[in-house]
């Protein structure tokens, strides 16, 4: 079982700067890519940024410029910078990772979900 515990959610005015973190444990074999997505009130969820094991980024088009994707492998974390807070930044805010985990002798890929950490932007 892998668990993804994000925090550094709160409340920031508009311009401002919030850091989250998102840790995985568990029985990893290895992190693939992961990711920051998010999910407004009323709205669809839609994929903040990516990264890959390698470091390769993404970023949706509305946070380019303005967030930074990051991870530590040692750590097995991956952080999201967010920078110039916009209020139509405000949002649950959920990180996931496609990991290889040992299932009964097999090595199997699995897709894992965080709880999410609410950031809300004050204008």
């Known amino acids: 079982q892998v668990q993804l515990v994000e925090s550094g959610g709160g409340l920031v005015q508009a311009g401002g700067s919030l850091t989250l973190s998102c840790a995985a444990s568990g029985s990893i074999l290895k992190l693939n890519a992961m990711g920051w997505s998010r999910q407004a009130p009323g709205k669809q969820r839609e994929l903040v940024a990516i990264?890959?094991?390698?470091?390769?980024?993404n970023y949706a088009d509305p946070v380019k410029g303005r967030f930074t994707i990051s991870r530590d492998n040692s750590k097995n974390t991956v952080y999201l910078q967010m920078n110039s807070l916009k209020p139509e930044d405000t949002a649950d805010y959920s990180c996931h990772a496609n990991t290889l985990v040992a299932v009964k002798a097999q090595i199997r890929e699995y897709d894992y979900w965080g709880q999410g950490t609410q950031v809300t932007v004050s204008s």
């Open positions: 990264i890959s094991s390698g470091g390769s980024t």
